[in-house]
């Protein structure tokens, strides 16, 4: 079973950067990112080299392994290899073999270990067909019991089954779409589907449910793409697919089709994107580049969320809805679920709202006692996450309104959701977060405070001028990146463990820090509320255990004071991250003052930067973490 990022590629068109909707309004465009990536191409050009090159874009989608199939004269040839896109290509460039005909996949491992033999693209026993896969399939066990029990299958995926299926369906005499349609109305899951039959070499047959998928269109050519933004030498005309519809793309024609085989009608789009925006440019690393783009994520947000007078603004509904709520419920996973708890705070100490955040994959198992008016925050960098997506069908058939807060116009949870705010922050491709977590956080803000001038509640807060204060604080916080350096070299450089602390908003913010350590250095890390420690933890103690506290809240700053000398009388390494103005001499670094509620925006990027040097330091792959994805699109 994979995740993958599904597309087709053909001619040398290169995108520019937004969705054009159907009413000719220009909507900002970030693709998505998921686990695992796809590119194909149908054509009259070569399309190896194609290929590889998507593949090397999409390698942030997983790289455990990675395979590609050209289609010629003579047949499909399979090029596949354990690791990253550059031991694939090795593979490839050593073979005379192309073709006008072709799919690739670059995987992240779900199904199976990361080898040959579960390396996309998969073929049936025959031969005849080859598959590319992004989802899960839950009932794959029972249809291989079913259908296929005296076949002998090469890997332990799940994908092989849908492959060997529409073999099994074309031996008892359906042509090929009646054939992949009837297997596509047999799965039970996610998927976005690419499949090639040898005997047909005009032809791609493509399917989704739940994972994203786009089709492109183009002169002498036709692409598919579950994230425009990989397909910038392509195509900037798509239409979209929606759950549970086939489409048959050829050289000159795109034919979408309901399960029933009716056909339906799709207007397409503009697709734009600013190819500098998917590129690292002068920086070593997208995490670097991405984390040196907070200060203009920052000035886009203020932009693109006030009025012509310079007042806040957010759309009327929107408003209405969340102002209506007797109890608003974020739900998110990661990094979102800790923007979710810094905007909990927003939420109830501006706005009045009693707020809720819980985590996606249990509330949806798990749902509490809701109250009458409930609103749901679905907060999702991608807008694909697979828990939050499965809370909002419940939700949904609930009748509740919904929020999603996401990067990307047009994802699955923002197209299902009431409504949605965009963060504007542009593609992230690095695998751990950090400008999307500044840009949730900072819409977050703006909704809160929206919602208390609404409610007739004075916050006192002229938010506007305050998130401007805390562009310049970022932008100091980057300029040091040399002192983040050496704070990573100083505390973190050998250590096998290390601990963040903090009270109020400073423990949420010291969870996120935690993540971002452990992710990317492999550095068993975890965040605990201050006062907690004394409660068991402080008993993993040891000589020269960094601890890295917060300290930029007045009201705890000597309590959490009080909880690093707890710490360092056994034997800890203390970290002080303070605010100007309430620092004392010794602090490690000391962050420019701004709002005390907005300081999560600018703290955490000091802890983004001490992770990303400290796994620098270590000689690991900063934007390919292992085991890890972009975005988790299953349960």
């Known amino acids: 079973m994979m995740y993958s990022l599904i597309m087709i590629m053909i001619g040398d068109y290169q995108i520019k950067a937004v969705i054009i909707n159907h009413n000719s309004r220009v909507i900002p465009f970030v693709g998505g990112y998921y686990m695992c990536g796809i590119v194909g191409y149908i054509g009259y050009d070569n399309a190896k080299e194609l290929l590889l090159k998507g593949l090397e874009k999409l390698e942030y989608r997983g790289y455990d392994s990675a395979g590609i199939a050209v289609v010629n004269d003579d047949g499909t040839k399979l090029f596949k290899e354990k690791g990253r896109i550059a031991e694939l290509r090795k593979v490839a460039d050593n073979s005379d073999e192309d073709g006008t005909l072709g799919i690739g996949h670059t995987r992240w491992a779900t199904h199976g270990v990361p080898n040959y033999e579960n390396s996309h693209p998969h073929q049936s026993t025959s031969g005849r067909f080859t598959l590319v896969h992004n989802g899960v399939i839950e009932n794959y066990e029972e249809l291989k019991a079913e259908y296929l029990s005296d076949v002998t299958f090469s890997s332990e995926t799940d994908t092989e089954v849908i492959v060997q299926l529409v073999d099994y369906f074309s031996k008892q005499g359906l042509a090929t779409e009646d054939a992949f349609t009837k297997v596509v109305k047999l799965l039970h899951g996610s998927y976005a589907l690419g499949l090639l039959d040898d005997n047909d070499k005009d032809t791609i047959y493509v399917a989704k449910n739940k994972s994203p998928l786009l089709v492109g269109v183009g002169e002498g050519f036709n692409v598919i793409a579950s994230d425009a933004l990989a397909m910038l030498q392509t195509t900037n005309q798509y239409k979209e697919i929606h759950d549970h519809e086939i489409v048959i793309v050829k050289r000159d024609t795109v034919e979408i089709k309901d399960l029933e085989g009716h056909i339906q009608q799709r207007d397409t789009y503009t697709a734009e994107i600013d190819a500098a925006d998917a590129e690292k440019g002068v920086y070593d690393h997208y995490m670097l580049k991405e984390i040196h783009e907070q200060p203009a994520v920052m000035r886009r947000i203020i932009q693109e969320y006030q009025d ?96 999603t807060i996401t990067n990307v116009a047009g994802s699955t949870l923002s197209r299902e959701a009431d409504h949605t705010l965009l963060l504007h922050a542009g593609p992230e491709i690095a695998v751990a977060s950090t400008k999307a977590y500044t840009a949730q956080i900072a819409v977050l803000s703006i909704l809160s405070q929206i919602v208390a001038k609404n409610h007739g509640r004075e916050t006192g807060v002229d938010l506007l001028r305050e998130l401007a204060k805390v562009t310049t604080a970022i932008e100091t916080i980057v300029d040091d990146a040399p002192k983040m350096e050496q704070i990573a070299m100083d505390f973190l450089k050998t250590t096998r463990n290390a601990f963040f602390i903090g009270r109020t908003i400073d423990y949420n913010v010291s969870l996120e820090g935690a993540l971002k350590l452990k992710e990317i250095s492999y550095i068993q890390a975890e965040g605990f509320a201050g006062g907690e420690l004394k409660h068991g933890t402080i008993a993993l103690i040891e000589d020269g255990t960094p601890v890295i506290g917060l300290a930029t809240q007045e009201n705890v700053n000597l309590s959490i004071r009080g909880n690093m000398k707890e710490v360092v009388a056994r034997g800890a390494y203390p970290c002080m991250i303070s605010m100007e103005g309430l620092n004392k001499e010794g602090d490690t670094y000391v962050i420019p003052q701004v709002h005390e509620l907005l300081t999560p925006l600018v703290s955490v990027v000091t802890m983004q930067l001490i992770s990303y040097y400290a796994t620098l330091q270590r000689d690991l792959d900063v934007d390919k973490p292992r085991n890890l994805a972009k975005s988790v699109t299953v349960e």
């Open 308 to 403: 012509e007078k310079g007042n806040l603004k957010i759309d009327s509904e929107i408003i209405n809805d969340v102002a209506d709520a007797d109890r608003i419920y974020i739900v998110a996973a990661g990094t979102s679920y800790h923007a979710g708890l810094v905007g909990k705070e927003f939420i109830e100490k501006w706005a009045g709202v009693p707020t809720e955040v819980h985590v996606a994959s249990e509330f949806v198992y798990n749902m509490p006692l809701l109250s009458e008016k409930p609103l749901f925050i679905y907060i999702s960098q991608s807008g694909e996450t697979a828990d939050s997506r499965a809370v909002l069908v419940e939700t949904n058939k609930l009748g509740h309104k919904s929020l």
